[in-house]
């Protein structure tokens, strides 16, 4: 969606890793519309966009699909964002984990379908497993992505305990899959029903040393201050689009259900999106606009897959919306 926000540190990090693997920092920042200004501190938020565009530039200058991968296994989270800092002051790695779907916000804006906690542990016979619940959209990135960030942190903090052993994602083998070996050291299953990462089981019960009652609670009370500002800028609307878009690719949504999952009735939000100047039906309009625009300018999905992304039964139909929202087809609007 194109006013998710996600915190600047993480792509300041990407543009310094970018630039020391010869991309131009200028272009980089042309590229994505940011300034240095919106990236000297690591809390500001910027569009997520913003990043994902960031991200593309690196990769097109560099011909290295790998390239965020590899950053994200070389770099540190408590040197991007505070949530970082949460993690290594835990006492142990599913208290950690409750911080990550606790503060995760701070991070990214990432709706979850059904209002589940982003990551979850998953006991399957004698084998553990951590599933992200991140939707699902037939792209790697955000995946290997986040997977990669709890192994490296974990090879950095504790070689003597391998965090990793198999690794289960939905999509199929993006063109740096041949690296994956040497960069996520266990057998990956491309194509799976769920996203998973298998886990050594030993962590579910050892104390990490760095766990500090005294720094954890400096660190909480800074990000729950964060949480509370970003409340602040929320609206009806920005609530109700945030649970669309985890079923948007369902077509036709129920006000009755998402009322209901935000904690008020059918008529409350009737009246409270009403008051914002908006309906339920505007709402769901103007967030498929701004998704196809997302998806088509990104250049990573087709026409017909946009059409099944956004809920549209006919690539026909969807072809049709995207020309009244924008008097263009999707192809002409492209530029293919």
Not at 180 to 199: C, G, H, K, S
Not at 317 to 332: D, E, K, L, M, Q
Request: hydrophobic share 40%; glycine share 6%; net charge negative.
């Amino acid at each position: 969606m194109s006013d998710q926000t996600m915190a600047a540190g993480f792509a300041a990090a990407f543009l310094d890793y970018a630039v020391a693997e010869g991309v131009p920092r200028d272009s980089l920042l042309a590229a994505s519309r940011l300034t240095e200004d919106d990236l000297a501190d690591q809390d500001t938020r910027i569009p997520v966009a913003s990043y994902r565009t960031l991200i593309a530039t690196g990769i097109e200058a560099t011909g290295d699909t790998s390239l965020l991968l590899r950053h994200v296994l070389e770099t540190r989270l408590e040197m991007i964002s505070i949530v970082g800092q949460i993690v290594h002051a835990s006492t142990s790695f599913p208290h950690s984990l409750d911080q990550l779907n606790r503060y995760s916000r701070l991070m990214a804006d990432v709706p979850i379908p059904g209002g589940r906690d982003r990551f979850e542990l998953v006991r399957d016979a004698d084998a553990v497993w951590l599933v992200d619940h991140h939707p699902c959209d037939g792209s790697w990135m955000a995946t290997e992505a986040s997977f990669a960030r709890f192994i490296s942190e974990f090879r950095r903090s504790a070689p003597e305990h391998p965090f990793e052993r198999a690794l289960e994602v939905t999509y199929a083998p993006p063109p740096h899959a041949n690296r994956y070996p040497e960069l996520f050291q266990v057998p990956v299953t491309f194509r799976a029903a769920r996203n998973a990462l298998r886990i050594n089981p030993v962590w579910l019960d050892e104390a990490f040393d760095g766990g500090k009652e005294y720094v954890f609670g400096i660190f909480t009370r800074h990000a729950d201050a964060l949480l509370d500002e970003l409340a602040t800028h929320d609206t009806v609307r920005s609530a109700v689009e945030t649970r669309m878009l985890a079923d948007l690719h369902e077509g036709t949504l129920s006000m009755d259900r998402i009322a209901r999952d935000l904690g008020m009735s059918r008529q409350t939000l009737y009246r409270r999106l009403k008051d914002e100047g908006a309906t339920f039906a505007q709402v769901h309009d103007d967030l498929r606009r701004r998704m196809a625009m997302d998806y088509l300018s990104a250049g990573k999905v087709s026409v017909g897959e946009t059409a099944y992304l956004l809920g549209f039964s006919e690539a026909s139909a969807f072809v049709r919306a995207f020309r009244r929202w924008t008097g263009a087809s999707p192809t002409a609007w492209r530029g293919d």
